[in-house]
């Protein structure tokens, strides 16, 4: 039986998602049959105040540091995958609306401090300059956790200012009333992630609710240095849009070493009857893959802290910090992915059972490699052109 959650919003936030986790774990299983993250799930975050993680005081959020939000989102990974994917990003997005203008901060905030914001960040978006701002529309994929927020951060390709004209990357901001959300997300991984797509036809976006991808990373944006008493917001947006990727893969191959731990102990093979937890492969694997492991978090845990402190210092972090914080994330989702495998290859044809949960760890693992900022063989070319002092290749952004 799960017991009531005990909530303490004085508490650190960590303490309280261990109260809910038990909820939320329960919950993986409809999760993945509904394609979304039950509201369930996302209420009892809110109630902890885990999705304002990242937004200002000044709206009621909590700005905790990157590295207690990392734990919370590895932490939150082992119970539920597909949660705290969805979740996380509900989160990191605020803290890119908190570089964006004060009036945009107003409309998404003003009126309702708790909402929250999905995403679709690449350019897909098509846009027609108007007086004022620009009419978009566009369908725009991947945008995680759609079904439980209010606004959208919708990518397009705009003109730069007249120091640098150069088209890139912008972000429009779009409420909810403005789009329509096409069911799709019918995937083998991350499956109750409501990855859906997001449908935008002829909507007009304000120039108050438009940023620039650029200004966001190199401190020029409408909001930066908004909240000067705020240390997270000293910081470009994609380390921390980014941040939970690799927390996710960190907490679910934690959990995988857990799950294989205990049905080692318990596992008799078939056949033999053999006491799988006394076999020398089966405690090698787990050796190995918990150092892989501890490698990982290891790694990961130093670039939350050296990011918190050069946010602390008000301190943009340059073009080496940024190769390295990106490409570190990606390859400790690599380790994380072998750890993972390397357990799963030895647990048996119970494990393939659609209720088993290390099939669905298995998945999860798997995916968390796939999203473009973790993808190693894009971030190999990223470090490996920088280490030979080649200029960054855009194509690789």
């Excluded at 304002?52 to 082992?78: N, W």
């Excluded at 429009?172 to 992630?193: F, L, N, Q």
């Excluded at 240390?231 to 849009?241: A, L, N």
């Excluded at 490698?295 to 080496?320: C, G, I």
């Amino acid at each position: 039986m799960i017991t009531t959650p005990k909530i303490d919003l004085s508490r650190p936030l960590h303490e309280n998602l261990l109260e809910i986790l038990p909820l939320i774990a329960a919950n993986a299983g409809q999760a993945e049959i509904d394609r979304t993250v039950p509201r369930e799930n996302i209420e009892l975050l809110k109630d902890i105040g885990f999705t304002r993680a990242f937004q200002p005081k000044a709206y009621g959020g909590l700005e905790v540091s990157l590295a207690e939000f990392a734990e919370c989102v590895a932490t939150l990974a082992g119970a539920c995958g597909s949660t705290a994917w969805a979740s996380s990003l509900l989160c990191t997005h605020n803290h890119q609306l908190a570089l964006f203008s004060k009036e945009v901060q107003q409309d998404v905030w003003g009126t309702d401090p708790r909402a929250t914001l999905s995403s679709s960040v690449a350019p897909f978006g098509k846009t027609e300059e108007v007086e004022g701002g620009v009419m978009f529309s566009g369908d725009m994929t991947w945008s995680s956790g759609c079904d439980h927020a209010e606004w959208a951060i919708l990518g397009f390709i705009r003109k730069g200012s007249e120091v640098d004209p150069t088209p890139h990357t912008h972000f429009a901001v779009v409420p909810a009333s403005d789009y329509e959300i096409i069911d799709d997300w019918y995937a083998c991984a991350m499956k109750g992630s409501g990855t859906k797509t997001i449908k935008v036809r002829d909507v007009f976006v304000p120039e108050h609710r438009i940023e620039s991808s650029k200004a966001l990373m190199t401190g020029k944006s409408s909001g930066y240095g908004m909240y000067p008493d705020s240390e997270i917001f000293f910081s470009p947006y994609r380390p921390y849009f980014a941040c939970g990727f690799s927390a996710i893969s960190l907490g679910v191959a934690e959990r995988m070493i857990e799950w294989f731990t205990h049905r080692s102990k318990t596992r008799v093979r078939a056949y033999t009857l053999a006491e799988v937890g006394k076999d020398t492969p089966a405690y090698m694997r787990l050796a190995e893959s918990r150092h892989q492991v501890n490698a990982a978090r290891a790694l990961l845990e130093k670039d939350w802290n050296d990011l918190s402190q050069q946010s602390k210092r008000q301190v943009l972090p340059s073009t080496e910090q940024l190769a390295n914080w990106r490409t570190n994330q990606a390859y400790a989702v690599k380790m994380c992915i072998q750890a993972v495998d390397r357990l799963f290859e030895s647990s048996g044809a119970n494990a393939w059972f659609t209720d088993n949960e290390a099939q669905r760890l298995f998945r999860d693992s798997h995916i968390t490699g796939a999203h473009a900022y973790t993808d190693y063989d894009v971030c190999s070319q990223i470090m490996g052109r920088h280490l030979v002092g080649l200029e960054p290749d855009p194509k690789l952004a």
